[in-house]
């Protein structure tokens, strides 16, 4: 099983982004899809999750209304287009890929079973 994330860039404050985690070695939709992000001294945290069939999103207050996440399954892959960044958002991306989809544990890295290697977004001008 093998998770890239990519995407990852300097952006001005305000700026868009769309990263994309392309999967292989599973078949996509056995799996939900979830984004984390790590800044610099910071622990590992929630950014979203979309359920395997794209149906259901779920995404962390900081990022609700900012951020949106897709899937095409058809190209095994998930993205996380991401509007009006801020500083904040600085931070290495990664996609992770569950068998659940509980909105209750989504949040948790314990639920994950597969992590990709991560993709740096700086926010900066």
């Known amino acids: 099983v093998q998770l890239q994330a990519s995407g990852g860039g300097l952006v001005q404050p305000g700026g868009s982004l769309r990263l994309t985690c392309a999967t292989s070695g599973v078949t996509p939709d056995h799996y939900a899809t979830g984004w984390f992000r790590q800044a610099p001294g910071k622990e590992r945290e929630f950014v979203g999750a979309?359920?395997?069939?794209?149906?259901?999103?779920y995404y962390a207050d900081s990022v609700k209304g900012r951020f949106t996440m897709s899937r095409d399954n058809a190209k095994n892959t998930v993205y996380l287009q991401m509007h009006s960044l801020e500083p904040e958002d600085t931070a290495v991306y990664y996609c992770?890929?569950?068998?659940?989809?509980?909105?209750?544990?989504?949040?948790?890295?314990?639920?994950?079973?597969?992590w990709g290697q991560g993709t740096l977004v700086t926010v900066s001008s």
């Open positions: 992770g890929l569950s068998t659940s989809f509980i909105i209750t544990t989504i949040r948790g890295l314990g639920v994950y079973d597969y």
């Open positions: 979309i359920s395997w069939s794209g149906g259901s999103t």
